[in-house]
Structures are given as C-alpha cells and as structure tokens.
C-alpha cells in the first residue's frame, strides 16, 4: 500500500502587527514533525500561502529557540532550496493529499483565518475526514472553518492552542489580531490548557492539535499513529 501523502503548510507572513518587528513560521513547529514524519518512513510535501520561502520568525533560529530539531533544518541545505520554490497553496491539487499538517508561528494569526484557499481545503479535509493537525498559532486556520453541517469546525471539539496566558507572556496580546484561544472558545472548541508553555497534544477523531513549540513532536507522532492506524484498518479490510 502506498505510504499516506502529508501536505505542509507555511506561513507567508513577515509582519508582526505595526510594531516594526518580523514574525512568520516558528521553525520548530516545523522542522520537528517534518523530520518526524521522514524518520516515519513519509514524504511531506511543503506548500506556503503566497508561494516561494515561508516567513521565519528570527526568534525562532536563536538561543534556546535552537532546538535539535532546529539545528538539523539549519544544517540542511537540501530543504532550505526545497523551501525556497515552495509552490503556492492555490497551486496545489491538495485533495491528492491524505492529511495536512499546520505549524504555527505568529505569522499563521494573519494569514491562516484569511486564506480562502485554506479555508475550503479544510473543510473539504474535514468532510472527507481526513487527518487534520495543527499547532501552537495554526488552530486560527479553523476561525473560519465549518463542519458539514454549517457549525464551526472546532464546535463542541477538544483543542489545543497558543493559551492566552502564553500570549500574556510574550507580550502580545494586543498585537495580534485576536486571542486564539478566547477565539476558538467562542466558537464552541472544548480548551483545558496545560501550564504556560508546556506540552500538551489533543486527539478528537482526526482533528489533532498541539498546545505550543513544545508539542510540536508529540503533534506529528499523533498524526503519525493516526495514518498508520488508519492504514492498519484498510490493510485489515482488505484481507
């Protein structure tokens, strides 16, 4: 059986707010589930909201933000071009895909909620119940995302996002365009956040989700477990 095909997506967006300073991806959201998933044994393909290089937050690539994971994507040149001719979502036959996978990063709070061509992939993942994670800032994808029946993707859902204390902490809360978390409350997601920036994964049939940069590879293990259970079922079926 062929292997499940994993979609990736990246923030294209640079600013932080109007405070002058830079945002985008937060590598580690990225580069550990992605080399979780090639250790796994899968190829996720990369695609970003505008095309070409996803934004990346410079917090993201120093002092303690310098992770395992973050040294082996910055010693790999091989993905830094593959990063660099990220093909455009719009562009992308994602329906070909088995599963998506959104790391977060501040960037993903502008451009995520406001992409129409992420929007409706997503719901058309979620009718077709395909896996669907995301992590940290990336659950702002679901803002505007609804359910088969017109009910807002996350309701009545359990998930994990960047809290609100976690924004407090950071100091910005009134940069962002809204609180993730009071969002997604609003929209009926069921949130019991762990402690301020420790790991925390939520499974709720194929919508998975991880609280912060810490839950980034427990994330993409559960996503994992997921395709291979999946793949257990339909091997079992056919036999």
Same mark, same amino acid.
């Given at each position: 059986?062929?292997?499940?095909?994993?979609?990736?997506?990246?923030?294209?967006?640079?600013?932080l707010?109007?405070?002058?300073?830079?945002?985008?991806?937060?590598?580690?959201e990225?580069?550990?589930?992605?080399?979780a998933?090639?250790?796994?044994?899968?190829?996720?393909?990369?695609?970003?909201?505008?095309?070409?290089?996803?934004?990346?937050?410079?917090?993201?690539?120093?002092?303690?933000?310098?992770?395992?994971a973050?040294?082996?994507?910055?010693?790999?040149?091989n993905?830094?071009?593959?990063l660099?001719?990220?093909?455009?979502?719009?562009?992308v036959?994602?329906?070909?895909?088995?599963?998506?996978?959104?790391?977060?990063?501040?960037?993903?709070?502008?451009?995520?909620?406001?992409?129409?061509?992420?929007?409706?992939?997503?719901?058309?993942f979620?009718l077709r119940?395909?896996p669907?994670?995301?992590v940290?800032?990336?659950?702002?994808?679901?803002?505007?995302?609804?359910?088969?029946?017109?009910?807002?993707?996350?309701?009545?859902r359990?998930?994990?996002?960047?809290?609100?204390e976690?924004?407090?902490?950071v100091?910005?809360?009134?940069?962002?365009?809204?609180?993730?978390? %009071?969002? &997604?409350?609003?929209?009926? $997601?069921e #949130?019991t956040?762990?402690? !301020?920036?420790?790991?925390? /994964?939520?499974?709720?049939?194929?919508?998975?989700?991880?609280?912060?940069?810490a %839950?980034? &590879?427990?994330?993409?293990? $559960?996503? #994992?477990?997921?395709?291979? !259970?999946?793949?257990?079922? /339909?091997?079992?079926?056919?036999?």
């Open positions: 059986m062929a292997q499940p095909r994993i979609l990736m997506i990246l923030t294209s967006h640079a600013d707010g109007r405070t002058g300073e830079k945002t985008g991806l937060w590598v580690e990225f580069a550990a589930p992605l080399y998933f090639s250790d796994a044994g899968f190829s996720p393909a990369i695609a970003t909201i505008k095309g070409g290089a996803p934004a990346i937050d410079p917090r993201s690539i120093e002092g303690d933000a310098v992770t395992e973050v040294k082996r994507y910055q010693d790999d040149k993905l830094q071009d593959v660099a001719q990220s093909p455009k979502l719009s562009n036959a994602t329906l070909g895909y088995d599963a998506v996978f959104l790391p977060g990063g501040h960037g993903t709070m502008w451009d995520f909620p406001t992409s129409p061509e992420l929007t409706v992939m997503l719901e058309q979620a119940d395909k669907i994670a995301a940290c800032h990336a659950p702002a994808a679901f803002a505007p995302v609804m359910d088969r029946n017109g009910a807002p993707l996350v309701k009545g359990k998930v994990s996002c960047f809290s609100d976690e924004e407090r902490a100091g910005y809360e009134a940069v962002v365009p809204f609180l993730l978390e %009071s969002k &997604l409350r609003q929209l009926g $997601a #949130i956040p762990a402690a !301020a920036f420790e790991p925390q /994964v939520s499974v709720d049939g194929n919508l998975i989700t991880g609280q912060n940069p %839950s980034s &590879l427990a994330t993409a293990q $559960a996503m #994992i477990d997921r395709l291979n !259970a999946s793949a257990e079922d /339909v091997e079992g079926k056919a036999a």
